[in-house]
């Protein structure tokens, strides 16, 4: 048997340490940040609430259909560390994605350090590990143990010691009492050993390696026969989750399960010996093999039995109903997926993985051929000991392991996208392999010079190519139509030079220098994108259906829905007592945020039981039925409960594929899907959603606001009715329809300038709605301030590149000041050309700008040219002591208003900027990047104040006290998120920015009344 023996001398292993240290905290560091913010979704919401349940009562019943309960009872002990919360509700998963980068350390022995080393970075950065990592599911603790059995496995492969197998049994039994999918991977890992000690060994070193794959198949094959019952009772058409108590079939099926435990015992006593057979390998006997069993029946028992509180109906549904009921449920299909699903999604998400590792695999299979090649350079190897044949048994058995997985989940009847874990975890562990032997021929016998410059070049290729692609050459004759196809030409000339350049290259270098070149300039690309769209779809629209990861997704609007209830419930004397009343369509996720509220309740279908409830929320299918007990007393508004990705690749046939390839709209559709997650379609009109609707006791929803900042008074409160919209604007203008609008103010002509944050431009509009002019496009970053001086110029907060735009009345560039950063002096002062995030912008009567520094908690003065005038703030105290300031009014007397937005108060100042009066806002409770407060004020001093959050306006009398609320109905009935707020004096209008509706709102001033 060959063995690898040459080992590595120190310097060789000293990047090590360090660069395990980096991977085990980054892959900690993103897996936790933020971990809380996305809502839960249904079956999230379900995990987190059967935990809390095991947790604050001590009941759980093992049911098939919402898998193993090893995941609740970890939770449960995580609330009772810490506290139960989104975050801690994922805290869990968090730690099991960061182990299985750990664990990787151990595969050094078999990727070599390099290769382990890159899966690990793989995993860490790879969407469907990351995404799934901060999510309350089974599968990435089934990735983990799988990992660690098929550690075991191979450990036990080279050595025959028992040891490896505890490990193996260990990590199956945790597998089996978490998802019942395991039984699909010991299907492939059991399948892939029988077939091992089947073989014909051509050495004694062989016949040793046939005997240790029949120990593991043996022993693998009978911990897990018990499980076939579930099988038996489908066959025999009993119910494998039946639990009726005297039911006579629970004695038939207790024979069947004995039938199988003797099964399993006689196949144990046939394949390991009563002692050490002289003169083998072979360590492992009956007895050891007794003592396995007995260790993974009893994880077995004691955890589906809720550690013996439910031994009869945990024992059946844990033996017989695991693989029974899901045996049932193929034929069901629930999802509904065609076959092809998984290469949809891992196209949008996985095509680094796919992609490398694929590769990786037919390079290997192809070399394998060979019995002298060596995956791995022993020169690469942390240990001396590891045999040659062992590690080329296990590159096959991971392509076996990558390919049996795809055919596996595609061939199975319920298709979700969190099954992409198991089907992703082999392919990075190749992909691992083939990108740390790509670079280390890139640093060794390729010059490092010559590999970047041929991987730019092909970085330049696939850019060009991807424009030639997403091009519509030839579609017309007018100007537009024009320069397209002048682009498109461009691009080609452009490729066609590249490609002479890396033809010429690669003549110089050799073929396999080229091709390594290029291999590592598309590894370079790939993995670039890899990331962006990791980030994206963890961090950005996580909780948005635009992510097809992201499925049955409790929308935004649960958190507004939890925010506004807990504004309602902070003045009641019985404070979270609250009595709240939800149906059988929304009690999922709302079962898991209403845990706190001991008199919230579910309805079901019966409205008579949600009768005088102060809060009511019902789905459409109850709506009628309800519609007579909160027909009076009551306001509403509408959220979406959940919402699902676009599906329409489900009638994809090869035919209507390519035929649609061939169209530009459809290759620009698919590359806006791709790069963007964009669909054409607003969110407020999105077709696959569920809504809820929330009633509110018209006396609970005028309740006064909180307590006010100190040394500020109570003010009174009054109501008046909610006006209707007059006019609703939402382009397109110039091509493009309104996007993410932030602010906006009327000029002095009665123009009206709008801040398209979302287009990252400005628009100015005649006051009919026409356009008259589109401002700052490809120089603006998500505008969220715009005011015009007396000299017409136009000046705009250009929030994300931290400067203050000016452009004349025409449109044209003049000039722009600030720095982005929050850059502060010794004393903690940030300094004077810094603007972090700035906002809000108002002119004085003497022509001075103020800007909300939002991210720098203070207000700028500038003069016309951008020369510092002075500041306001920050301040540790109050009244100067601003929480992200971000909008600006000033009233006719020359004072001006601050939105406050993170205090919940507006803020009075003077001509000098100093503080004269202040009140609270009963709202504002949303600390959401997107949910900033607009201000405006009318001639009348009646002050208006968005509440982003809560889809509503209020109207403030000059004095604080709450007038009235206008609620802002929303697009295609979802919830509104008004920002930006202006005052049109000369036609006596409001005008309100829906920001995510992407619409102008018009409404008719306030009128108080008497």
Same mark, same amino acid.
């Given at each position: 048997?060959?063995?690898?023996?040459?080992?590595?001398?120190?310097?060789?292993?000293?990047?090590?340490?360090?660069?395990?240290?980096?991977?085990?905290?980054?892959?900690?560091?993103?897996?936790?940040?933020?971990?809380?913010?996305?809502?839960?979704?249904?079956?999230?919401?379900?995990?987190?609430?059967?935990?809390?349940?095991?947790?604050?009562?001590? &009941?759980?019943?093992?049911?098939?259909?919402?898998?193993?309960?090893?995941?609740?009872?970890?939770?449960?002990?995580?609330?009772?560390?810490?506290?139960?919360?989104?975050?801690?509700?994922? &805290?869990?998963?968090?730690?099991?994605?960061?182990?299985?980068?750990?664990?990787?350390?151990?595969?050094?022995?078999?990727?070599?350090?390099?290769?382990?080393?890159?899966?690990?970075?793989?995993?860490?950065?790879?969407?469907?590990?990351?995404?799934? /990592? *901060?999510?309350?599911?089974?599968?990435?603790?089934?990735?983990?143990?799988?990992?660690? $059995?098929?550690?075991?496995?191979?450990?036990?492969?080279?050595?025959?010691?028992?040891?490896?197998?505890?490990?193996?049994?260990?990590?199956?039994?945790?597998?089996?009492?978490?998802?019942?999918?395991?039984?699909?991977?010991?299907?492939?890992? !059991?399948?892939?050993?029988?077939?091992?000690?089947? =073989?014909?060994?051509?050495?004694?070193?062989?016949?040793?390696?046939?005997?240790?794959?029949?120990?593991?198949?043996?022993?693998?094959?009978?911990?897990?026969?018990?499980?076939?019952?579930?099988?038996?009772?489908?066959?025999?058409? $009993? #119910?494998?989750?039946?639990?009726?108590? !005297?039911?006579?079939?629970?004695?038939?099926?207790?024979?069947?399960?004995?039938?199988?435990?003797?099964?399993?015992?006689?196949?144990? $006593?046939?394949?390991?010996?009563?002692?050490?057979?002289?003169?083998?390998?072979?360590?492992?006997?009956? +007895?050891?093999?007794?003592?396995?069993?007995?260790?993974? +029946?009893?994880?077995?028992?004691?955890?589906?039995?809720?550690?013996?509180? #439910?031994?009869?109906?945990?024992?059946?549904?844990?033996?017989?109903?695991?693989?029974?009921? +899901?045996?049932?449920?193929?034929?069901?299909?629930?999802?509904?997926?065609?076959?092809?699903?998984?290469?949809?999604?891992?196209?949008?998400?996985?095509?680094?993985?796919?992609?490398?590792? !694929?590769?990786?695999?037919?390079?290997?299979?192809?070399?394998?051929?060979?019995?002298?090649?060596?995956?791995?350079?022993?020169?690469?190897?942390?240990?001396?000991?590891v045999v040659l044949p062992a590690r080329r048994t296990f590159f096959l058995f991971t392509i076996w392991w990558a390919l049996a997985s795809w055919g596996a989940y595609a061939w199975a009847g319920e298709r979700m996208p969190w099954l992409l874990t198991h089907q992703v975890l082999p392919l990075l562990l190749l992909a691992g392999w083939g990108v740390a032997q790509l670079f280390r021929s890139a640093g060794t016998d390729v010059p490092r010079r010559e590999t970047f410059l041929i991987?730019?070049?092909?970085?330049?290729?696939?850019?060009?190519?991807?424009?030639?692609? *997403?091009?519509? %050459?030839?579609?017309?004759?007018?100007?537009?139509?024009?320069?397209?196809?002048?682009?498109?030409?461009?691009?080609?000339?452009?490729?066609?030079?590249?490609?002479?350049?890396?033809?010429?290259?690669?003549?110089?270098?050799?073929? /396999?220098?080229?091709? =390594?070149?290029?291999?590592?300039?598309?590894?370079?690309?790939?993995?670039?994108?890899?990331?962006?769209?990791?980030?994206?779809?963890?961090?950005?629209?996580?909780?948005?259906?635009?992510?097809?990861? /992201?499925?049955?997704?409790?929308?935004?609007?649960?958190?507004?829905?939890?925010?506004?209830?807990?504004?309602?419930?902070?003045?009641?004397?019985?404070?979270?007592?609250?009595?709240i009343a939800y149906d059988d369509e929304s009690s999922w996720p709302l079962l898991w945020y209403f845990r706190n509220y001991p008199n919230a309740r579910t309805w079901g279908f019966q409205p008579e039981f949600a009768q005088s409830a102060p809060v009511i929320l019902v789905g459409d299918k109850n709506i009628d039925a309800l519609q007579p007990y909160v027909a009076q007393g009551y306001e509403s508004q509408r959220y979406v409960l959940y919402w699902w990705p676009i599906q329409d690749y489900k009638t994809l046939t090869l035919a209507n594929l390519w035929s649609s390839l061939q169209k530009a709209e459809f290759r620009e559709y698919l590359w806006q899907v791709f790069s963007r997650r964009n669909y054409g379609i607003p969110l407020a009109q999105w077709p696959l959603r569920r809504e809820i609707q929330m009633f509110v006791k018209t006396d609970l929803a005028t309740r006064s606001a909180p307590s006010a900042w100190p040394g500020e008074a109570r003010v009174p409160i009054t109501s008046s009715a909610s006006p209707e919209p007059q006019r609703i604007l939402a382009g397109p203008f110039d091509g493009l329809p309104l996007r993410g609008p932030t602010s906006l103010t009327v000029a002095s002509d009665g123009a009206w300038v709008i801040a398209d944050g979302g287009n990252n431009r400005v628009l100015v509009l005649e006051a009919d709605g026409s356009l008259r002019a589109s401002v700052g496009q490809g120089q603006l970053k998500e505008p969220w301030g715009v005011a015009v001086n007396k000299a017409d110029e136009l000046f705009v907060a250009d929030t994300w590149n931290g400067q203050i735009q000016v452009f004349d009345a025409r449109g044209v560039f003049q000039r722009k000041w600030g720095r982005f950063g929050q850059h502060t002096d010794a004393e903690g002062v940030p300094g004077e050309e810094w603007l972090y995030g700035p906002r809000g912008l108002v002119f004085t009567d003497a022509g001075a700008l103020i800007v909300a520094d939002t991210g720098n908690k203070r207000l700028m003065i500038f003069d016309a040219t951008g020369k510092t005038l002075g500041s306001v703030g920050p301040s540790s105290t109050p009244p100067e002591y601003f929480d992200e300031p971000v909008s600006l009014a000033r009233d006719a007397n020359g004072t001006v208003l601050v939105a406050d937005a +993170?205090?919940?108060?507006?803020?009075?100042?003077?001509? *000098?900027?100093?503080?004269?009066?202040?009140?609270?806002?009963?709202?504002?409770?949303?600390?959401?990047?997107?949910?900033? %407060?607009?201000?405006?004020?009318?001639?009348?001093?009646?002050?208006?104040? /968005?509440?982003?959050?809560?889809?509503?306006?209020?109207?403030?009398?000059?004095?604080?006290?709450?007038?009235?609320?206008?609620?802002?109905?929303?697009?295609?009935?979802?919830?509104?998120?008004?920002?930006?707020?202006?005052?049109?004096?000369?036609?006596?209008k409001l005008l309100v920015l829906d920001h995510r509706g992407g619409r102008l709102v018009v409404f008719p001033l306030h009128r108080r009344v008497r």
């Open positions: 048997m060959t063995q690898d023996t040459a080992p590595r001398d120190a310097a060789a292993t000293a990047w090590e340490g360090p660069a395990w240290t980096i991977l085990i905290l980054a892959a900690l560091c993103t897996r936790l940040y933020d971990l809380g913010a996305r809502v839960m979704t249904h079956d999230e919401s379900i995990h987190a609430f059967t935990s809390f349940q095991l947790f604050a009562q001590g &009941l759980y019943r093992h049911d098939p259909a919402y898998h193993g309960p090893l995941i609740y009872h970890v939770n449960a002990a995580v609330y009772h560390l810490f506290g139960a919360t989104d975050f801690t509700a994922r &805290l869990a998963p968090a730690a099991a994605g960061t182990a299985i980068v750990g664990a990787l350390w151990l595969f050094r022995r078999y990727l070599g350090a390099a290769g382990a080393a890159t899966a690990a970075g793989l995993v860490t950065i790879t969407p469907t590990m990351l995404f799934y /990592s *901060r999510h309350i599911r089974e599968d990435i603790y089934v990735a983990l143990f799988t990992v660690l $059995w098929v550690y075991g496995a191979f450990r036990y492969l080279e050595e025959r010691k028992a040891r490896w197998l505890y490990v193996l049994t260990v990590s199956m039994a945790l597998s089996f009492i978490t998802k019942e999918s395991s039984s699909i991977f010991g299907a492939i890992i !059991g399948g892939f050993f029988a077939v091992a000690a089947i =073989r014909r060994p051509s050495s004694a070193a062989a016949a040793n390696a046939r005997d240790a794959a029949a120990d593991l198949t043996v022993l693998m094959f009978t911990l897990v026969l018990p499980f076939a019952a579930g099988p038996v009772y489908v066959l025999l058409g $009993w #119910n494998p989750v039946d639990r009726t108590p !005297g039911n006579a079939r629970l004695f038939a099926g207790a024979g069947v399960v004995a039938a199988l435990v003797a099964a399993s015992a006689v196949a144990g $006593w046939w394949q390991f010996p009563r002692r050490p057979r002289a003169g083998t390998d072979a360590a492992v006997t009956r +007895w050891d093999w007794a003592k396995l069993m007995a260790f993974f +029946w009893v994880i077995q028992v004691t955890m589906f039995t809720g550690l013996f509180t #439910n031994p009869v109906g945990g024992l059946i549904t844990g033996i017989a109903g695991s693989a029974g009921y +899901w045996l049932g449920q193929h034929d069901v299909a629930r999802g509904s997926q065609p076959w092809f699903y998984y290469f949809i999604i891992g196209g949008l998400y996985e095509f680094l993985a796919i992609l490398a590792g !694929g590769v990786a695999a037919v390079v290997l299979a192809w070399r394998m051929r060979h019995r002298a090649f060596a995956p791995v350079s022993t020169a690469d190897l942390p240990l001396a000991a991987a730019a070049g092909m970085t330049l290729a696939v850019v060009l190519v991807a424009g030639l692609w *997403r091009g519509a %050459p030839f579609s017309g004759r007018d100007l537009a139509a024009a320069a397209a196809t002048a682009g498109w030409w461009i691009r080609l000339v452009l490729l066609a030079l590249t490609v002479s350049i890396l033809a010429v290259w690669g003549r110089h270098a050799g073929r /396999s220098r080229l091709i =390594r070149g290029l291999a590592f300039g598309a590894v370079l690309v790939l993995g670039l994108v890899t990331l962006r769209a990791s980030l994206q779809l963890a961090y950005v629209n996580y909780d948005l259906a635009t992510e097809p990861l /992201s499925y049955a997704q409790a929308s935004p609007d649960i958190k507004r829905i939890l925010r506004r209830i807990e504004a309602l419930s902070d003045p009641t004397p019985a404070g979270s007592d609250l009595r +993170w205090n919940t108060r507006i803020v009075r100042l003077d001509s *000098r900027l100093n503080t004269i009066a202040s009140w609270r806002v009963p709202g504002w409770a949303s600390r959401s990047a997107e949910d900033k %407060p607009g201000l405006a004020v009318d001639d009348a001093g009646f002050v208006y104040a /968005s509440d982003p959050a809560e889809g509503r306006v209020f109207v403030f009398a000059p004095g604080g006290g709450l007038e009235a609320t206008i609620r802002i109905p929303g697009a295609d009935q979802l919830a509104a998120r008004p920002t930006g707020l202006a005052v049109d004096l000369a036609q006596r």
